[in-house]
């Protein structure tokens, strides 16, 4: 499998296909008679949200067989009136949030589904979709728990949570056996979601775990030990719906325990070309912990980030991903969006930062589309 990822697997993007712009409108499958973007009588828009003008793929969101419009997204966020025009809904939406009301109330699963958020490739949207998926989730009445395993600590950042060096962390989760619910904290800005941070210490549990028995079992471990991670009849409704692990770009111990913890492998592809290159080798990782250490673990969920449906080059990756993964890959694509890339700067993330632009009603209907579809493994 290795070799149809490699750069030198013909994958083809066109001439030129790089630096190739073009008007959405001439992509196959954008919608016909669609306004330009920014045109007056393109309303696809969250204006009342303030998207920048280089927010650049700010109406194209991705489903099966071509782009959408962000208005088309917005229509698509149930539990809406359906009277409401495109932008009264994402100002609904703003509003809800804002007044901490789950947009939807979704079933949840009948047992707590732990995703491994994984690509040793670094910037792909790791932790940008952990923690907006994370958060989308609770807005559709999941409880949800964000394991952040990398030492850069994003993820606990764009959380608002406390991770200055010395807090309990993913670290004393790892090397001292901490149980997770004295290590966990909850999230300001998201009812239902709790976070183990990641400070600068676990920069060193790679080399500390080296000598520890079992060292790929520590994250299982406390999982398993967990109180409120399990099946609805064994925990009752306070359980935990969803875990999230966010890994660090590289296939090391940190990672490896989260692949033998979990059972849903999520990983989120750049809709650009070097983005494929990797992906053999975390795919015959995957096979390899399969096989020796967790026979449970399945790529369940690709989802496509930072698409920019104006090039080509996109729609080219967004494409041959979907031949080789087919169904695992979520019909919605994440756009390359200004607000998504700011809101960790103000400590949240885009579903609160601003829930009614294009970023936040992808990733809320990426999350439904999660919860919906069910666990694929
Ligand atoms: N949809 C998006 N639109 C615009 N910018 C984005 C989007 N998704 C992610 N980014 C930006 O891309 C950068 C990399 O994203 P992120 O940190 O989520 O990747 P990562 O895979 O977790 O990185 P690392 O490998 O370092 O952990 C960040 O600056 C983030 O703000
Ligand atoms: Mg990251």
New binding site residues.
């Given amino acids: 499998m290795s070799d149809s990822w490699g750069p030198g697997s013909g994958f083809s993007t066109g001439p030129e296909a790089g630096a190739e712009r073009e008007s959405p409108q001439n992509l196959p499958g954008y919608p016909q008679g669609t306004p330009a973007p920014g045109s007056p009588g393109d309303d696809s828009v969250s204006r009342e949200t303030g998207a920048r003008a280089d927010d650049v793929?700010r109406e194209t969101a991705v489903v099966t067989g071509g782009p959408v419009t962000a208005a088309q997204l917005a229509e698509r966020a149930a539990g809406f009136d359906d009277d409401l025009t495109p932008l009264a809904r994402a100002a609904q939406a703003t509003v809800m949030v804002r007044a901490g009301i789950p947009q939807e109330e979704l079933d949840r699963p009948a047992e707590t589904r732990v995703f491994v958020v994984a690509?040793q490739?670094?910037?792909?949207?790791?932790?940008?979709?952990?923690v907006n998926l994370a958060a989308a989730l609770t807005q559709l009445g999941q409880r949800v728990l964000v394991i952040d395993l990398?030492p850069?600590g994003?993820a606990s950042t764009a959380l608002n949570i406390e991770h200055r060096q010395g807090t309990p962390s993913s670290y004393e989760l790892l090397v001292d056996g901490t149980a997770i619910a004295d290590l966990a904290q909850a999230c300001p800005d998201a009812a239902g979601l709790w976070v183990v941070p990641a400070t600068i210490d676990l920069a060193g549990a790679e080399i500390e775990l080296v000598s520890v028995v079992a060292r790929e079992q520590r994250l299982k471990k406390a999982l398993d030990a967990h109180p409120r991670i399990g099946t609805a009849a064994a925990v009752g409704p306070d359980r935990f719906d969803y875990v999230f692990i966010?890994?660090?770009?590289s296939l090391g111990l940190l990672t490896l325990n989260a692949l033998v913890a979990g059972a849903e492998m999520l990983i989120?592809i750049q809709a650009e070309y070097y983005a494929l290159e990797g992906l053999g080798q975390l795919l015959a990782t995957v096979d390899m912990v399969r096989a020796h250490l967790n026979p449970e673990l399945a790529v369940s969920t690709i989802v496509l980030?930072?698409?920019d449906a104006r090039t080509r080059l996109a729609a080219g990756v967004a494409h041959e991903v979907r031949e080789h993964f087919g169904d695992q890959v979520l019909k919605t694509a994440?756009?390359?969006?200004?607000r998504?890339?700011?809101?960790?700067s103000y400590g949240q993330t885009v579903m609160t930062y601003d829930p009614g632009s294009p970023?936040a009603l992808s990733y809320l209907e990426a999350a439904r589309e999660i919860v919906t579809r069910g666990s694929m493994t």
């Fill in positions: 793929s690509n490739k670094g910037g792909v949207g790791k932790t940008t979709s952990t990398d850069q994003n966010d890994c660090p770009p989120p980030t930072m698409f994440i756009p390359r969006s200004v998504v890339s700011e809101a960790p970023g």
